[in-house]
């Protein structure tokens, strides 16, 4: 007999939609005899009702399931004794905020997977909400500049934007968004902004979706070595918006003038190495910040250098911080906002901020639950990814010993805790738990 899967209600926040598994994905596990119960929900994008025409027992308490799924972390009450849950933890850099969470789980000899841990044997992530947070992150920054710009006097086709979690779908976005780059076209961009120009800082998943929605708009592409030659010549076009996209070796140089950049010495020894990006910044009008980031890193826009180079004036309007690290690499992402109130204005001179994009300062757009915003699409995504590991786990003898447990790889290195202890591989995070 296969365990049986639960689906955990989403109530981190009102914004919160997305589901792990959908209906249909649902119904091809009922068809295959596994067993499927589901919190009820007022606010998910999928209703009860298509989860019980899908095969699940829709039902408040889910003591009873052996395994539950959800999307982000599970408040302390929730959990049981010697159940097994696989959700985004948020726990493996020992994040302050979730060792209580953590804790609860060990004394209650539970059982922990963590999506961001399952990975191949490169250590590439196999279970992602991915370019979903470049798509809404986007849509989110370029909504954003035309706010900002209304309020500076000047109104541009950005204005024709809507928030992503005000879509029915990401379908309609994307024709608005043709919309607009047919505009663009016809009428061009108001001269006073010109050139229109888009920095993305990474080019991975997260990079390539919020490059995919900038390029339904009429694009020329600039490396970044010629940016500064290319505003100076004001060689460029009213109708159409540039991008700009930035890898290791244009963010950083070695910090001896003697050695050359090497990709993978600057992973290993960042210490080396250090920042240049500000040269880009006073040419940017917005940046959209896919990268990942550790502390060893050089930032790409510091506090100080927007205390003594912002003004009005200034051409970057907009920091579209989809990565999110709290005062990371770009420092003035002071909190990690909801897609209620996803910007604010930073203000250097007091290093505060205020909600929206009018003040004297930078706007920040830093919501850390992008895919949220559309949540339909990327939860299909999502499931689609899991569905493989779904089944494994229904099917898996969860009981055994660990060095007896039978699973491929990929799920082992996303065991955090099994039967209320780390697993070696994660025994360091009880550092953390001290």
């Avoid at 968004?177 to 663009?184: D, K, N, P, S």
């Avoid at 003697?258 to 250090?274: G, R, S």
């Avoid at 990006?277 to 060893?296: E, G, K, R």
Wanted: charged letters at 25%; hydrophobic letters at 40%; aromatic letters at 12%.
């Amino acid at each position: 007999m296969s365990n049986i899967i639960g689906i955990r209600r989403e109530d981190k926040n009102e914004w919160e939609r997305r589901v792990p598994i959908i209906p249909a994905q649902v119904k091809e596990l009922v068809k295959e005899g596994i067993e499927i119960w589901i919190q009820p929900s007022q606010i998910r994008i999928f209703k009860d009702e298509e989860y019980t025409e899908a095969g699940a027992k829709v039902i408040e308490d889910l003591s009873g399931c052996d395994i539950v799924f959800g999307v982000k972390e599970f408040p302390i009450p929730f959990f049981h004794e010697g159940q097994t849950a696989m959700f985004f933890s948020h726990t493996i850099k020992g994040q302050k905020y979730n060792m209580s969470m953590l804790q609860a789980i060990l004394d209650m000899k539970c059982t922990l997977f963590d999506y961001e841990k399952v990975t191949d044997d490169k250590n590439l992530r196999l279970i992602f909400f991915g370019n979903y947070a470049g798509l809404a992150g986007m849509i989110e920054t370029l909504y954003t500049y035309g706010k900002r710009m209304e309020w500076e006097g000047v109104n541009t086709p950005f204005l024709g934007l809507k928030r992503p979690l005000d879509y029915n779908s990401l379908d309609e976005a994307r024709a608005v968004l043709e919309a607009v780059g047919t505009w663009i076209k016809c009428q061009g961009l108001p001269e006073s902004i010109g050139p229109v120009v888009i920095g993305f800082a990474g080019y991975g998943n997260v990079s390539r979706g919020a490059q995919e929605i900038l390029d339904i708009l009429p694009v020329e592409e600039i490396q970044p070595g010629e940016l500064a030659s290319f505003i100076e010549k004001g060689e460029y076009s009213r109708f159409k918006v540039y991008k700009v996209v930035f890898y290791e070796k244009d963010m950083v140089e070695p910090v001896d003038p003697a050695c050359t950049f090497e990709l993978q010495d600057y992973f290993q020894h960042p210490e080396k190495y250090k920042g240049t990006f500000a040269q880009y910044n006073a040419h940017l009008s917005m940046l959209v910040n896919c990268i990942y980031w550790t502390p060893d890193y050089p930032m790409l826009v510091t506090k100080d250098w927007i205390k003594k180079n912002w003004t009005m004036d200034s051409k970057l309007k907009v920091l579209g911080d989809i990565t999110c690290d709290i005062e990371g690499s770009v420092e003035c992402t002071l909190e990690a906002t909801e897609p209620g109130t996803p910007s604010y204005v930073y203000l250097p001179e007091t290093d505060e901020m205020k909600y929206g994009w009018e003040g004297e300062g930078p706007v920040v757009m830093s919501v850390d639950t992008l895919p949220s915003e559309l949540p339909r699409e990327s939860s299909t995504f999502f499931g689609t990814q899991l569905m493989p590991f779904v089944k494994m786990l229904a099917n898996a003898d969860l009981k055994a010993d660990l060095e007896n447990l039978q699973l491929p790889g990929e799920l082992m290195r996303a065991l955090i805790a099994y039967h209320g202890k780390l697993t070696p591989n994660f025994e360091y995070i009880q550092e953390f738990l001290k």
